[in-house]
């Protein structure tokens, strides 16, 4: 379905979702982040990108996934916590961030379903939002098979044409939302559809940083895995960890139990993200740790989404946002260390 | 809606054995699920463990699946989960998921000659495997077990190991020497060199620490053994048990779902980080 909204009735549409929790950009000092909206008003898609990408909404930072306690006769008793199942809607959604999303249903799904992430998934609906202009300096989603106007993993995608705005539904969901408020909608005309043409081109030239040749890299880093490469390239890591907690791919988490009180027990069990740049994330009690140094864990961080990830789901875990190169608080570049290793020995 | 894979059942200990005391205590629990038991596992599978307060761990089952009516663990005292296991007692309650991984493939290796070669608590995931062809000896070749620990009172299962050498080749060791060791002084690699074991119609199972592996599967390339005879187990930091926290791979394999067992034609293809 294709559709075109005027600006002005956007807030209107807003409105009339209001069975939905809606979340979109909102700033906080100086930055962009996603932020469950009260009132309609505060709906803003002039946003550069977010400083964490909207995996937040669908796979929380911290969640408690069950509760123990035991009662006054020693009973252990355990309870299973899941989501709460209200339908949400995230608007202002970048294409790169919307890639992420498939990406992580596949780690989710698989043999064993993840009811966490699905409880959540199921019902959330994802509204892009075109980059006209790119968001960071650093976008690269060209080079990872995205684009600046990539409908994966959105419902809706909305570009923005002046006054008013393009919107395509994608999916059932997506034709759900337009259908409720149908009026406020305008078919497009052959100057909208020429006009969404012209951006979209337009915006794909102003993508300015790029990956050589991605094609060879799997291939390439198979062979460099005891290369010295790792340990030249990793040298100034301060393990902060950063360029995993910001990507919109990453989904390595650890658990934990929280005790309330230890006598009658009472506590939960909590699964927060967790972080490959980390020296205990595979310690061993023992001590043993199969990734000691910052060289293998730069190594996997790199290996996961450029081979791994590509020989176990067929897609780069990588959608190009360029939050890893912004934020790294050394310079550590993942677009330059790819170009390095397709140069690598040769 | 599907069972929640991240929900433990609850289970009782029911017995509680002190196998190795000391610095590197070991103990062997046995469990019975307080509800229904339809809790079914291949031989080499693992549990994810919860004490509720402390969190989990993964523990490979060392009873046999054809032991239906409670499940064996045994659990060298090493982490937070661990000890706190090892300060339970009868009756406590714990918590069990799983079970997880793929198992050894012991319905391929009917007629064959079995080598267990376990290393200290590394005998813990071989019980099984070696308890169930035991059950089904008619259906095996010859079986024989080599194991070896740093002392005497460090093996795991002294009065089983007396019984079974009534019914199988035991060949123990002890690293240093002791009064009254009758047996092999050496590393376990060493004792596999030393006892010759054939590679025609064989397969080996090795557990132990990483580094007696290592050296078991350099004992047995010399004895002519092919890759794919040689089986191991990995393990691995883990916290989900389901291949999805991301910490316990090797390459894109995770050993949670897709070990803990591997032959080494399998494991020396992967990139050696473990």
Redesign the interface.
Same mark, same amino acid.
């Given at each position: 379905m294709k559709k075109i909204l005027r600006k002005k009735s956007f807030l209107q549409w807003v409105k009339r979702l209001e069975s939905y929790k809606i979340y979109a950009p909102m700033k906080d000092d100086d930055f962009w982040n996603f932020a469950l909206i009260n009132n309609p008003k505060d709906l803003n898609l002039n946003h550069s990108n977010t400083v964490l990408s909207p995996k937040k909404i669908i796979f929380p930072q911290r969640e408690v996934i069950l509760e123990f306690s035991t009662s006054n006769d020693s009973e252990l008793e355990v309870k299973e916590i899941l989501p709460e199942e209200k339908a949400s809607i995230i608007f202002g959604v970048r294409p790169c961030d919307a890639r992420a999303i498939p990406l992580m249903d596949k780690v989710f799904g698989g043999d064993f379903t993840d009811p966490y992430y699905w409880k959540r998934r199921d019902k959330t609906i994802l509204v892009g939002l075109s980059c006209n202009t790119p968001p960071s300096s650093n976008c690269f989603c060209l080079s990872v098979e995205g684009s600046p106007h990539s409908k994966e993993g959105l419902d809706i995608l909305m570009t923005d044409l002046g006054d008013k705005y393009y919107v395509e539904s994608l999916t059932k969901k997506g034709d759900q939302l337009i259908n409720l408020a149908k009026n406020l909608f305008e078919e497009p005309n052959a100057k909208d559809n020429k006009d969404l043409e012209n951006i979209h081109k337009d915006s794909e030239k102003k993508i300015k940083r790029q990956i050589q040749d991605i094609k060879n890299i799997p291939a390439k880093l198979k062979e460099m895995f005891e290369s010295p490469f790792w340990d030249e390239e990793s040298l100034s890591c301060l393990r902060c960890g950063i360029c995993t907690y910001l990507c919109p791919t990453c989904h390595c988490f650890d658990i934990n139990d929280e005790i309330i009180s230890s006598s009658p027990l009472k506590g939960k069990r909590v699964r927060t993200w967790d972080n490959c740049q980390f020296p205990d994330f595979t310690m061993h009690s023992s001590g043993h740790n199969p990734r000691s140094d910052r060289a293998s864990r730069l190594r996997q961080r790199i290996l996961h989404k450029f081979q791994y990830f590509i020989e176990q789901y067929q897609n780069y875990q990588c959608t190009g946002c360029g939050r890893c190169i912004s934020k790294c608080p050394v310079g550590i570049d993942i677009i330059e260390v790819l170009n390095k290793v397709e140069n690598y020995g040769t | 809606?599907?069972h929640?894979? &991240?929900? =433990?059942r609850?289970a009782k200990i029911i017995q509680i054995k002190e196998e190795v005391s000391g610095a590197r205590p070991i103990k062997t629990f046995r469990t019975q699920f307080l509800n229904k038991n339809d809790f079914a596992f291949h031989c080499g599978q693992c549990t994810m463990l919860s004490v509720? @307060? /402390?969190? !989990?761990?993964m523990i490979s089952i060392s009873s046999p699946p054809l032991i239906k009516d409670y499940l064996q663990f045994s659990i060298l005292k090493?982490?937070?989960v661990?000890s706190a296991l090892h300060e339970m007692e009868v009756g406590d /309650?714990i @918590?069990i998921r799983g079970p997880y991984g793929n198992g050894f493939p012991i319905e391929d290796w009917k007629g064959k000659n079995l080598i267990f070669i376990g290393g200290g608590i590394g005998l813990a995931p071989i019980w099984s495997v070696l308890q169930t062809a035991l059950g089904k000896k008619q259906e095996y070749g010859e079986l024989k077990l080599i194991y070896g620990a740093r002392t005497s009172k460090d093996l795991v299962f002294k009065e089983e190991l007396k019984e079974l050498k009534k019914k199988m080749i035991v060949h123990l060791s002890i690293d240093v020497e002791e009064p009254e060791w009758e047996e092999f002084i050496g590393f376990v690699p060493q004792n596999v060199t030393d006892k010759k074991p054939s590679p025609k119609n064989a397969i080996t199972i090795t557990c132990g620490p =990483?580094i007696m592996i290592k050296f078991v599967i350099q004992a047995l390339k010399d004895l002519e053994f092919e890759d794919a005879q040689i089986y191991t187990t990995v !393990?691995? +930091?883990m +916290? *989900?048990g %389901?291949? +999805? *926290?991301?910490? *316990?791979? %090797?390459?894109?394999h995770y050993v949670c /779902?897709d070990g803990p067992v591997y032959s080494w034609a399998e494991l020396k293809k992967l =990139?050696q980080? &473990?």
């Amino acid at each position: 379905m294709k559709k075109i909204l005027r600006k002005k009735s956007f807030l209107q549409w807003v409105k009339r979702l209001e069975s939905y929790k809606i979340y979109a950009p909102m700033k906080d000092d100086d930055f962009w982040n996603f932020a469950l909206i009260n009132n309609p008003k505060d709906l803003n898609l002039n946003h550069s990108n977010t400083v964490l990408s909207p995996k937040k909404i669908i796979f929380p930072q911290r969640e408690v996934i069950l509760e123990f306690s035991t009662s006054n006769d020693s009973e252990l008793e355990v309870k299973e916590i899941l989501p709460e199942e209200k339908a949400s809607i995230i608007f202002g959604v970048r294409p790169c961030d919307a890639r992420a999303i498939p990406l992580m249903d596949k780690v989710f799904g698989g043999d064993f379903t993840d009811p966490y992430y699905w409880k959540r998934r199921d019902k959330t609906i994802l509204v892009g939002l075109s980059c006209n202009t790119p968001p960071s300096s650093n976008c690269f989603c060209l080079s990872v098979e995205g684009s600046p106007h990539s409908k994966e993993g959105l419902d809706i995608l909305m570009t923005d044409l002046g006054d008013k705005y393009y919107v395509e539904s994608l999916t059932k969901k997506g034709d759900q939302l337009i259908n409720l408020a149908k009026n406020l909608f305008e078919e497009p005309n052959a100057k909208d559809n020429k006009d969404l043409e012209n951006i979209h081109k337009d915006s794909e030239k102003k993508i300015k940083r790029q990956i050589q040749d991605i094609k060879n890299i799997p291939a390439k880093l198979k062979e460099m895995f005891e290369s010295p490469f790792w340990d030249e390239e990793s040298l100034s890591c301060l393990r902060c960890g950063i360029c995993t907690y910001l990507c919109p791919t990453c989904h390595c988490f650890d658990i934990n139990d929280e005790i309330i009180s230890s006598s009658p027990l009472k506590g939960k069990r909590v699964r927060t993200w967790d972080n490959c740049q980390f020296p205990d994330f595979t310690m061993h009690s023992s001590g043993h740790n199969p990734r000691s140094d910052r060289a293998s864990r730069l190594r996997q961080r790199i290996l996961h989404k450029f081979q791994y990830f590509i020989e176990q789901y067929q897609n780069y875990q990588c959608t190009g946002c360029g939050r890893c190169i912004s934020k790294c608080p050394v310079g550590i570049d993942i677009i330059e260390v790819l170009n390095k290793v397709e140069n690598y020995g040769t | 809606m599907e069972h929640n894979a &991240y929900i =433990p059942r609850l289970a009782k200990i029911i017995q509680i054995k002190e196998e190795v005391s000391g610095a590197r205590p070991i103990k062997t629990f046995r469990t019975q699920f307080l509800n229904k038991n339809d809790f079914a596992f291949h031989c080499g599978q693992c549990t994810m463990l919860s004490v509720f @307060g /402390k969190g !989990e761990s993964m523990i490979s089952i060392s009873s046999p699946p054809l032991i239906k009516d409670y499940l064996q663990f045994s659990i060298l005292k090493m982490g937070r989960v661990t000890s706190a296991l090892h300060e339970m007692e009868v009756g406590d /309650k714990i @918590g069990i998921r799983g079970p997880y991984g793929n198992g050894f493939p012991i319905e391929d290796w009917k007629g064959k000659n079995l080598i267990f070669i376990g290393g200290g608590i590394g005998l813990a995931p071989i019980w099984s495997v070696l308890q169930t062809a035991l059950g089904k000896k008619q259906e095996y070749g010859e079986l024989k077990l080599i194991y070896g620990a740093r002392t005497s009172k460090d093996l795991v299962f002294k009065e089983e190991l007396k019984e079974l050498k009534k019914k199988m080749i035991v060949h123990l060791s002890i690293d240093v020497e002791e009064p009254e060791w009758e047996e092999f002084i050496g590393f376990v690699p060493q004792n596999v060199t030393d006892k010759k074991p054939s590679p025609k119609n064989a397969i080996t199972i090795t557990c132990g620490p =990483p580094i007696m592996i290592k050296f078991v599967i350099q004992a047995l390339k010399d004895l002519e053994f092919e890759d794919a005879q040689i089986y191991t187990t990995v !393990e691995n +930091k883990m +916290k *989900c048990g %389901i291949g +999805k *926290c991301g910490r *316990c791979n %090797i390459g894109m394999h995770y050993v949670c /779902k897709d070990g803990p067992v591997y032959s080494w034609a399998e494991l020396k293809k992967l =990139p050696q980080e &473990y």
